[in-house]
């Protein structure tokens, strides 16, 4: 059984492009949840995802950043016109209901 | 507010030592409480999982404890291991709709050969 999957792994954009992270719960997972790593800071909440339905947004940027988890496929953060200070490390976690939660690998975004 | 603290932030030991970190949150009504592991450039891993009405989790040389009424969650690491070197974070999860974990700063341990 794979565990939690992201790609990409490192992602570069400029200014003003749009980063798309992608992430694959683990087999049997119907909750994903994102969540945000700043430089010299702890991890962040960003929103709380099951199948087709978003949860809980409640850490999410108002404005640029968006996520879904269709039906068929991964989750996808999506964070359009990047800025600098969206450069951070990116994590996805997956569970089955309330349980343990287990992150993916990361993906690391850098903004140039 | 609910908050968790992690204290030392950073904590540097010889091998063999005994260890303990410590985590505090302010609101004692939790779901769960996980305890994680997180090394240089690298995700998470899962160490332990605490349900909140149970007091202690062990795995090997590891072992929480959790007293709610406190909002006290200690990490004990037996016999440390310069391989034990890494971020420890601990999490906690309340209940509802509230899927997402509240995290730490986290404890950066340094085990000395």
């Known amino acids: 059984n794979a565990g939690v999957m992201q790609n990409p792994r490192h992602l570069v954009r400029r200014r003003g492009q749009e980063a798309r992270l992608r992430c694959s719960p683990m087999?049997?997972?119907?909750?994903v949840y994102w969540y945000r790593q700043l430089p010299e800071e702890g991890l962040k909440f960003m929103v709380y995802l099951q199948k087709e339905n978003i949860i809980d947004e409640s850490g999410m940027p108002k404005e640029r950043f968006s996520a879904e988890f269709p039906k068929e496929g991964p989750s996808i953060l999506r964070i359009q016109q990047v800025v600098r200070g969206d450069s951070a490390a990116y994590f996805c976690?997956?569970?089955?209901?309330?349980?343990?939660?287990?992150f993916g690998p990361g993906t690391r975004l850098t903004v140039l | 507010k609910q908050e968790v603290t992690q204290i030392p932030a950073a904590l540097s030991v010889p091998e063999g030592e005994n260890l303990v970190l410590n985590c505090s949150f302010t609101d004692s009504a939790i779901y769960n409480l996980q305890w994680f592991r997180q090394d240089p450039g690298k995700g998470l891993t899962s160490l332990l999982l605490?349900?909140?009405?149970?007091r202690e989790q062990t795995s090997g040389r590891l072992n929480a404890s959790l007293d709610k009424s406190s909002g006290r969650s200690t990490l004990y690491i037996a016999a440390s291991q310069p391989g034990d070197s890494a971020t420890y974070l601990c999490a906690v999860r309340y209940g509802g709709s509230q899927g997402n974990l509240i995290f730490g700063k986290g404890t950066k341990l340094s085990v000395k050969p």
């Open positions: 605490i349900q909140s009405s149970q």
């Open positions: 087999k049997g997972h119907s909750h």
């Open positions: 976690a997956s569970s089955a209901g309330a349980g343990e939660q287990f």
